[in-house]
């Protein structure tokens, strides 16, 4: 009796193996791609049989009818009777319709909350030729199985598809803590769906839908819910998903060139220009005698002896950092170029429909030509991304408080660090964000911070003597909004109330003393880390 049960579990083994390792599908460009873990398997013309659960993406075809068609319909009240609000709020609370997408609040876009009409959503679909499945609002459920193509060709033409992609980067930025941004950046802005596996109903299946950053729809599919596929496949989707540039960048940035040194004249062989835009292969002569050769595609002018160039914003940002580093190494320029579109974000003023800002050192210098397809290719891959939290610095060698340098962040390039961890090394109270909507995950506490800092010098001398204790460099004490004061190792971040009471700074030391001893089983010891909290404090 035991012999056979040995050998059914030795077979059984494999089976879970494969269960396991089982591929992620990707549907890109009329493509099927496998991929595991780390990388693309194979990759299959796109059958029209393949299928998939819509799960939670008939609510991004709702998003899409109520942003075309004008609606104002009321944000959803959370009152804590539903157990699917957690997905929306807490009791008590509200939210807004793109927040509702991101966070696949399903009571937000209920047809009979919204007040849709059946036959009006039929007649809006049968215009843009929709599939059944979609044209029905009856069917439009997570159940509904639905052919992967049509889905596809269905994203292909959805109406607002241009202010949901923008939302849906929020998707990537919240995924899996972090580490799919750090590892995609913004090259995906997708809806992701989670259902019943198709095999084995107590399983789960997920995936994602949606489009890459310049508008081309995809699709996929794999074991497990939604945010376990993200966070497993992360790292093979940065393989094969492009960092193609976005469909559209938002205003346009204005900058006037040499802003400190006067103009002479702008030449073109031996003819000088007059004013109005610029083309071709040209000479800017400045009154201190100093020359230059530019370059101008039709977006530099002259206009009153003085040179201006009205940028595309990710052109802007990509100038920059050709004039200001380079684009290598690759995660140190990643890193720079979120912190220049950053700077732009928090600086610059508005002239009509642009963005307004000097070039200068005492700004940020363009590049008066066309940017390289490498510098190109790293603002298309951060496309959009910005920091929310603190004041965004950099140069070329200094360091400070949320001040990046250049040569730190290509050393830590070097070493092998990724971007985001070059950031958060930079700005610790800085959350990566999106350019329309920065809000910050750390609310700082600067008081906390402070008082905290000035309380390590005098505990170093009994902190050096304990086994384990590593001294940070860089943390960031931010505000907790509900629950327990806890610490995020990645980011290092200790997440407290305040300073004000004994307790908060109680909580503040003991949180503190977790990130200090992280590398150490002191730091898993829970009454080791209070009895030396009470000590330092109290003693």
């Not at 494969?18 to 780390?38: C, V």
């Not at 489009?211 to 093979?236: C, E, N």
């Not at 910005?386 to 990046?404: C, E, I």
């Not at 008081?447 to 204790?469: I, T």
Request: overall charge neutral.
């Amino acid at each position: 009796m035991f012999r056979p049960l040995v050998c059914w579990l030795l077979c059984l083994i494999p089976a879970l193996t494969l269960a396991q390792d089982e591929p992620l599908r990707l549907a890109f460009k009329d493509e099927l791609l496998s991929l595991n873990r780390s990388q693309l398997m194979s990759r299959e013309p796109l059958s029209e049989s393949l299928q998939t659960p819509l799960g939670s993406v008939w609510k991004l075809f709702v998003y899409g009818w109520l942003v075309d068609t004008g609606a104002r319909e009321p944000a959803y009240e959370c009152h804590g009777q539903s157990k699917e609000e957690v997905y929306c709020c807490t009791a008590g609370g509200k939210i807004e319709r793109d927040q509702a997408l991101v966070k696949s609040c399903g009571l937000y876009f209920e047809q009979a909350r919204l007040g849709i009409d059946a036959v009006e959503w039929r007649s809006y679909w049968q215009a843009r030729q929709a599939p059944p499945w979609l044209v029905d609002l009856a069917t439009l459920q997570p159940s509904t199985r639905v052919s992967v193509v049509e889905l596809l060709r269905a994203l292909a033409v959805m109406p607002a598809q241009v202010q949901a992609r923008r939302v849906l980067l929020d998707v990537v930025l919240s995924a899996a803590d972090g580490i799919v941004v750090g590892e995609l950046g913004s090259r995906l802005r997708v809806k992701t769906w989670s259902w019943l596996g198709d095999q084995d109903p107590t399983s789960r299946q997920g995936g994602f839908a949606g489009w890459t950053a310049d508008g081309t729809p995809i699709w996929a599919g794999g074991r497990g819910t939604s945010q376990r596929v993200l966070r497993d496949f992360a790292q093979a989707l940065a393989t094969v998903v492009p960092a193609s540039r976005p469909a559209e960048t938002g205003k346009c940035v204005e900058v006037e060139l040499f802003s400190r040194y006067p103009l002479r004249r702008v030449m073109s062989g031996d003819r000088a220009q007059s004013s109005g835009p610029l083309q071709g292969d040209l000479r800017v002569e400045f009154v201190n005698g100093n020359q230059l050769d530019i370059h101008s595609d039709g977006e530099l002018f002259l206009i009153n002896k003085k040179l201006v160039a009205r940028l595309d914003r990710e052109e802007y940002v990509a100038r920059v950092l050709q004039r200001e580093a380079t684009p290598e190494p690759v995660e140190a320029a990643k890193a720079l170029a979120v912190a220049i579109r950053t700077y732009l974000l928090q600086n610059a003023t508005r002239n009509g429909e642009c963005l307004s800002i000097d070039d200068s050192s005492q700004r940020q210098r363009v590049a008066p030509r066309p940017a390289t397809t490498e510098a190109r290719n790293i603002a298309a891959w951060t496309s959009d991304l910005v920091l929310a939290g603190s004041a965004v610095t950099y140069h070329s060698d200094q360091p400070g408080p949320d001040k990046l340098s250049w040569q730190h962040a290509v050393e830590q390039a070097r070493a092998g660090q990724r971007y985001d961890a070059i950031l958060l090394h930079a700005y610790p109270r800085a959350s990566l964000s999106r350019w329309d909507n920065p809000v910050a995950s750390c609310d700082a506490l600067p008081a906390a911070q402070e008082w905290l800092q000035k309380q390590r010098r005098g505990w170093r001398p009994r902190l050096e003597g304990e086994v384990g204790y590593n001294e940070v460099s860089t943390f960031a004490v931010c505000r907790l909004s509900f629950g327990r004061p806890y610490v995020d190792r990645e980011r290092q971040r200790i997440y407290v109330r305040g300073v004000l009471s004994l307790q908060d700074r109680l909580d503040l030391t003991h949180e503190y003393l977790h990130l200090a001893f992280e590398a150490h089983p002191n730091g898993q010891d829970e009454t080791y880390i209070e009895g030396l909290a009470r000590h330092l404090l109290l003693e």
